[in-house]
């Protein structure tokens, strides 16, 4: 069975850091490039950011929201992904997501169709 | 990049058909054949339901249809049935490694 498992949410202050962890199984891991989406309280998803496959380039890009201040990380021995969020922000509140891409009979859409997802950490920040 | 454009709610009765709009910019629907959507249910994470803007995954029923024209994207939910009331959310490729989601749309079977 595909499954991503998200783990390390929890509540924090503001400034403050947290890390998100995200275990992937039932598939190659190691060839897929990883995203995080979020979803604050009663709100839409929000694109986070993506670390691409090794042999792809391995590069991460984010959103402008986070960029700076969270970073994507992966290990591929552990088929796990990572979400280091630092300088943590009210309005980081959010369920956050780690997916992955839809893989079709001629290819995969790595950053536009998300077919496999985590069940969903969620972050509170707050005083 | 701002969000997509969605409205907020959407309604139908049992059996009739129900389209949601998604509406965008040139740098993001307008620009990219990129366009997919997602159905979520209370307590529950997305799952795709269309994507490149009109293709269905495995498993997703007929009855889920998406076009494009334009800037702007629709999701068409022919013969609602109960279980399809929940949020829908489109996204797009927006360029330079970006992708954008809209706010989500409730649809709700009446």
């Known amino acids: 069975e595909v499954q991503l498992v998200e783990s390390g949410g929890g509540l924090v202050k503001p400034g403050g850091s947290l890390r998100l962890s995200c275990a992937g199984s039932?598939?190659?891991?190691?060839?897929?490039?990883m995203s995080w989406v979020r979803q604050a309280p009663g709100k839409g998803l929000e694109w986070v950011g993506r670390?691409?496959?090794?042999?792809?380039?391995?590069?991460?890009d984010y959103a402008a929201p986070v960029r700076g201040r969270f970073t994507i990380s992966r290990d591929d021995s552990k088929d796990t992904v990572y979400l280091q969020m630092n300088s943590l922000k009210t309005e980081d509140t959010a369920v956050y997501y780690c997916t992955t891409g839809h893989c079709d009979s001629t290819s995969c859409h790595w950053d536009d169709a998300f077919d496999v997802w985590g069940q969903g950490a969620l972050v509170t920040v707050s005083s | 990049q701002s969000a997509l454009s969605q409205p907020p709610s959407a309604s139908g009765s049992p059996g009739q058909s129900v389209t949601i709009s998604c509406t965008g910019t040139?740098?993001?629907?307008?620009?990219?054949?990129?366009v997919s959507w997602y159905q979520q249910h209370p307590g529950k994470a997305p799952k795709l339901m269309i994507y490149?803007?009109?293709k269905r995954p495995s498993g997703v029923p007929y009855r889920f249809s998406g076009s494009k024209s334009g800037n702007a994207a629709s999701l068409t939910v022919s013969g609602l049935q109960a279980e399809d009331e929940a949020d829908y959310h489109c996204?797009?490729?927006?360029?330079?490694?970006?992708?954008?989601f809209g706010g989500g749309t409730k649809l709700t079977v009446l």
């Open positions: 670390f691409k496959s090794k042999a792809d380039g391995g590069t991460t």
């Open positions: 039932g598939f190659s891991f190691s060839n897929a490039w």
């Open positions: 996204s797009s490729y927006a360029g330079s490694n970006i992708v954008i």
């Open positions: 490149e803007v009109s």
């Open positions: 040139s740098s993001d629907i307008g620009g990219y054949n990129y």
